[in-house]
């Protein structure tokens, strides 16, 4: 059992924002507005994300920036732990 806690706006839900865009490319407003997701001083958004999956390490990668028309363009990854370094995974 483990429990995020903290003031209001201290970044709690934040957290779940990044891991749920990393994961599945939508946050809590769902998956328009994906540019609401970057800081308001930032034009660009990194976010990774660890995980383990039957026993083998994952990282998922994903990167927001904001464009000149008010959207945003981003890029995936997808990265597996093999033989001690991180190897795309293909397609």
């Known amino acids: 059992v483990w429990m995020l806690s903290g003031l209001n706006g ?3 839900s934040a957290i779940f924002d990044a891991v749920t865009y990393a994961l599945f490319g939508y946050h809590r407003g769902g998956a328009q507005g994906a540019a609401d997701l970057i800081n308001k001083d930032s ?12 026993g083998r390490a994952y990282r998922v990668k994903r990167t927001l920036k904001r464009d000149s028309k008010g959207g945003a363009r981003g890029t995936q990854q997808l990265f597996r732990h093999d033989e001690g370094k991180w190897s795309p995974v293909p397609g």
């Open 43 to 54: 034009d660009t958004l990194v976010v990774e994300f660890d995980f383990l999956l039957d």
């Open 10 to 12: 201290s970044g709690k």
